[in-house]
């Protein structure tokens, strides 16, 4: 990712909530805030090969700012990951559930032997992440 990406609200909020809540998960959640900040920002240095220090705090100001495309952003992970550990159901009246669940449905039928809730959590990244990612490569920047 360039580094304009490491500075985009919505991916950050993304990112951000996303191995915020499987470093929880990992360590059963004890885990000392302090220790959690030392894990993101390995991981975002990891991922990025960029300093992960500077895109967490850019992330914490953002978070603290709510900004609205961080807080979407958080929004669409915390989606994502509630369908994908499976507290959010396929009968959930969420919208990105729903439109992803007839994505799947249509890889379902052409790819008969894929899991359905992998085709679901798949449809949903493809439409909030990686939407995101394809809009910056295309230079647009809301």
Sequence with gaps: ???????????????NFTANFFIKIETGQNIKPIDTGFAMTDAFTTVSNMNGRMILEVAVNLAEAR?????AGMYDATT???YSVGLLKDEDQDP??????KDAEFFGSILPDTDF????A????EKTFINRVKEMQRGIYA
């Design 1 to 15: 990712m360039s580094f304009a990406m490491w500075r985009d609200p919505y991916l950050l909020g993304f990112m």
């Design 67 to 71: 900004d609205p495309f961080y807080m």
């Design 80 to 82: 994502v990951t509630l």
């Design 96 to 101: 990105l559930v729903i439109e992803s669940t």
């Design 117 to 120: 809730r992998s085709s679901v």
């Design 122 to 125: 798949g449809a949903m990244i």
